[in-house]
């Protein structure tokens, strides 16, 4: 950290409170790949990505949702589901004297929650990954997630290899230097994740139907799933889905949108599945 930003940090920590700011995007859109670059922008020490706590060049704790073998333990990872990889987060994060931290996720409502979990303010900054990448280069993100199944974590090659050699697959150095400090230019590694290199098949009905159950109970545990299928077509999978939201819940054409958005987020992140369709109905 150069001698200016480290006045500035200084600065932030005297006179401001602790600041949480989201990064969010959908799956594959480019977050890891731009995560250092917004952290420049805004002064911001440490970044959650993926279950990781990250500062600078160095994993400080966490569990990469990466390394796990099976898709369902990829998505508990990145949404500290257990109490182990909560607590080991939350004592780094307060051995740390920063003034900010940055929050990647898919969904507004996922950073809140992840920031819930670990006890930390809510956001104060949305960022959209459409505020600082192009159509096309989101576009060129999620090809080479889809077709190739290649992941980033941004962090060099160096740290990802010391704590998760099974993973590690190349270095990518980022072309972001105009918008960083020259001494800063990005490294980070492309890694392909043990679940999506230990299964290459589709998902079965069954797999898919538990990973969306997951993901809707750490999106809202008051939405309950009353039944589901799934099929595939060549274009991608089609979904059709009831689920029952209490009553006293205001239920908008927002809310079932957003649940699509659940429902196709996680299936594209942890089965790299592409949905087709999906058909959303609240009883």
Excluded: W
């Excluded at 279950?51 to 600078?56: E, H, Q, T």
């Excluded at 990448?133 to 999620?142: G, H, L, V, Y």
């Amino acid at each position: 950290m150069n001698v200016y930003r480290s006045f500035v940090n200084f600065i932030l920590h005297l006179f401001e409170e602790t600041k949480t700011f989201a990064f969010i995007g959908k799956s594959g859109s480019g977050k890891s790949h731009r995560a250092k670059m917004i952290a420049e922008k805004y002064y911001i020490d440490l970044i959650i990505d993926d279950g990781l706590l990250i500062k600078g060049n160095k994993i400080l704790a966490g569990f990469s949702a990466k390394q796990e073998t099976n898709t369902l333990g990829a998505v508990r990872t990145a949404i500290f589901d257990t109490a182990v990889h909560r607590t080991e987060v939350m004592n780094a994060i307060a051995n740390e004297n920063y003034p900010r931290i940055l929050i990647l996720g898919t969904s507004k409502k996922m950073v809140d929650k992840i920031a819930l979990r670990l006890h930390l303010p809510q956001p104060s900054k949305y960022i959209n990954i459409e505020d600082v990448a192009t159509e096309d280069e989101i576009s060129t993100a999620q090809r080479v997630r889809y077709k190739e199944g290649k992941h980033i974590i941004p962090v060099p090659a160096m740290e990802i290899a010391r704590r998760y050699p099974n993973i590690a697959y190349g270095t990518s150095t980022s072309g972001e230097t105009s918008t960083l400090s020259a001494a800063n230019e990005v490294e980070k590694t492309v890694v392909t994740p043990m679940f999506s290199r230990i299964k290459k098949q589709r998902p079965t009905e069954a797999e898919l139907k538990k990973i969306i159950e997951e993901c809707i109970a750490f999106y809202d545990n008051s939405i309950e799933i009353i039944s589901f299928k799934g099929r595939y077509e060549d274009e991608g999978a089609i979904i059709d889905i009831e689920v029952k939201i209490p009553e006293n819940d205001d239920i908008t054409i927002d809310e079932r949108t957003e649940i699509r958005h659940v429902v196709a987020d996680s299936l594209e992140r942890y089965a790299n599945t592409k949905c087709k369709n999906i058909n959303v109905t609240v009883i």
